[in-house]
């Protein structure tokens, strides 16, 4: 009797309980169990510590909440938006609970993505609708409100570019009016970080109109240099040409139409190209480069049809002994200067292809043509066009050697090239500072210009110690005593 008394006890108990449980006999409608659920799952988050990260969360249909395929059952329940379907009970200790599907979930596949995991690396989807037993852990309970915002969700202009600064991924699409993308724009040049100004320009650039973007970057001058250096950078050459044209810098067009000769492989077309570019708006400076580069480019292409012939019929004894390595089409000017005096030196000056002929016609300096051409001629190991390179004759008649290089430079250049000693010994010589000549002179063993430096400053000391680096029995031995006993 006691114990049916308690039974009877323990059912009034449960029946009069503000939340009841689920028997399969119940014949509640399905709306009323629904709002009891949510009354429960609400109690337990009075009754959850915050700090306790530890805790998981489970869905009625057995699974943890935020497992991958917990979220593709709860997307596709909240997406046919019927409540007859009934999940299998999940029984914790000896207590059973009802499987209710909710009508919208709070969590989606975009939202398990971005939160954080317990576990040291994320599950595979496959694992994971393969494996429903492998419990994946579901964020943290009370984040942030902040942390729960999508990527298209309220940010203003300016918390937008720290996310970006920050390297977080950040859509753009919510800026539609002009006002809030200009705000945007003054907030990334603010912020002085010039990948978030350019990601934005790339925005503006895709949806406003060219007339409107051209017209808020005139009065942003940092925002268009940024696009100017993008535009060109990425050769959109038409959008850049529009820009510049608006802006009214008619100079900075005409070299940008000019700079579109390097895309045109064709030798007669890039001629024909930059026969057009000397009629365009340069500077007086730049109208004489485009012309030079144009008369350049007329010189090559006769020089190259002449040589390819010499050089297929073997008539010139150079070209047989010195192949050419490469066209000279479309190569610099110090490199056909160089081509020329190497090939085509003693040619008259009438000649397209004669050294003097491209010096008087480009205004090539002194200081330039002798060194190319030195470097040209010693190359070739011709010692004597070296010599007349570097002898000049006055008005009286009266030949000497200059160099308006200097004369440690063509040292070195024709030791560069294995001069022999004979040859850099007279150059040596000629070198005015008496430091840098003893300093090339013992460098490249050039004996004689020693001892006689050391004559001439009377220095016996150093003649002592420079004869013990002679050979014995030698010339230079002898003449260094010949000096210290005269």
């Known amino acids: 009797l006691q114990m049916s008394r308690a039974r009877a006890d323990e059912e009034e108990y449960w029946h009069s309980s503000k939340f009841r449980a689920f028997t399969f006999d119940d014949e509640d409608d399905e709306l009323s169990q629904l709002k009891e659920s949510k009354r429960a799952v609400n109690s337990l988050r009075d009754i959850v510590d915050d700090d306790d990260d530890d805790l998981e969360r489970v869905s009625w249909s057995g699974e943890p909440v935020g497992s991958i395929s917990w979220s593709i059952k709860e997307t596709a329940s909240g997406s046919t938006g019927s409540l007859d379907g009934r999940d299998s009970s999940l029984q914790k200790g000896s207590s059973s609970y009802a499987a209710l599907p909710k009508q919208a979930s709070s969590y989606s596949l975009s939202s398990l993505f971005k939160g954080r995991n317990k576990l040291p690396s994320f599950q595979s989807l496959s694992d994971a609708l393969t494996d429903t037993g492998v419990k994946s852990y579901a964020p943290e309970l009370r984040r942030p409100r902040a942390e729960y915002k999508d990527y298209s969700s309220d940010w203003s202009p300016k918390d937008t570019v720290k996310r970006m600064q920050r390297g977080k991924v950040c859509s753009l699409e919510r800026f539609r009016s002009l006002q809030d993308k200009l705000v945007l724009l003054d907030e990334a040049v603010a912020g002085h970080d010039g990948n978030v100004i350019t990601a934005v320009l790339i925005f503006l650039k895709r949806t406003l109109r060219r007339e409107i973007l051209f017209r808020e970057l005139e009065v942003r001058q940092v925002a ?21 044209r608006f802006l009214d810098r008619t100079e900075e067009v005409a070299l940008s139409q000019y700079r579109e000769h390097l895309n045109i492989q064709d030798v007669e077309k890039r001629r024909e190209f930059l026969k057009g570019c000397i ?23 006769i020089i190259e049809a002449n040589d390819r012939h010499l050089e297929m ?26 081509y020329s005096c190497f090939y085509h030196y003693t040619e008259a000056e009438g000649m397209f292809s004669s050294p003097t002929n491209l010096k008087k016609t480009f205004k090539i300096p002194d200081k330039q043509y002798v060194l190319t051409a030195l470097a040209a ?46 040859v850099l010994q007279e150059y040596v010589r000629l070198v005015e500072d008496v430091e840098t000549r003893l300093n090339l002179a013992t460098k490249y063993k050039c004996h004689d210009v020693v001892i006689e430096t050391y004559r001439d400053l009377k220095d016996r000391i150093q003649l002592i110690a420079y004869k013990c680096k002679v050979e014995r029995g030698s010339a230079e031995e002898e003449k260094i005593n010949s000096i210290l006993n005269n």
């Open 224 to 244: 268009l240099c940024h696009l100017i250096h993008f535009l060109r950078e990425t050769g959109e050459q038409k959008f850049l040409l529009d820009l510049l």
């Open 279 to 301: 009629g365009l708006p340069f500077s007086a400076e730049d109208t004489s480069h485009i012309q030079d580069h144009y008369t350049l480019l007329e010189r090559q292409i």
């Open 313 to 338: 019929a073997g008539q010139s004894e150079l070209f047989r002994k010195y192949p050419r390595k490469a066209s000279i089409l479309n190569m610099p000017l110090v490199t056909t200067l160089f």
């Open 377 to 422: 001629r010693a190359k070739l190991r011709a010692w004597g066009d070296v010599d007349a390179l570097l002898t000049t004759k006055n008005w009286l008649g009266y030949t000497k050697k200059k160099a308006p290089i200097g004369f440690h430079r063509v040292v070195e250049i024709l030791q560069r090239n294995n001069a022999p000693v004979q």
